[in-house]
Nanobody, 115 residues
Framework: QVQLVESGGGSVQAGGSLRLSCAAS????????MGWYRQAPGKQRELVAS???????INADSVKGRFTISRDNAKNTVYLQMNSLKPEDTAVYYC?????????WGQGTQVTVSS
């Protein structure tokens, strides 16, 4: 069973930065894609960014140029560097990893951006 431990959420003023981390453990197989989703109150969960095992990335239009996803395969860890944060980035951020055909989710970490 894959376990994910997230860290790095918090409160920041608009224009500030935060870095999220998510460490995966317990997988018997190599981790495929890793990514971050977010869910704001009253809204559906949405993809923020993902990164494949070979480093290819996908970013939501709303975060392009502001957020950067990266991963350390040796540590099975994915990062999300968030710069120029906006109040509309406020949400619970969830780490997601794909191992073979299975999806695993972190517990979520709150990011709050005040104006």
């Amino acid at each position: 069973q894959v376990q994910l431990v997230e860290s790095g959420g918090g409160s920041v003023q608009a224009g500030g930065s935060l870095r999220l981390s998510c460490a995966a453990s317990g997988s018997r197989f190599s981790i495929d894609a890793m990514g971050w989703y977010r869910q704001a109150p009253g809204k559906q969960r949405e993809l923020v960014a993902s990164i494949s095992s070979d480093g290819s990335t996908i970013n939501a239009d709303s975060v392009k140029g502001r957020f950067t996803i990266s991963r350390d395969n040796a540590k099975n860890t994915v990062y999300l560097q968030m710069n120029s944060l906006k109040p509309e980035d406020t949400a619970v951020y969830y780490c997601n990893v794909k191992v073979r055909r299975n999806n695993y989710w972190g517990q979520g970490t709150q990011v709050t951006v005040s104006s």
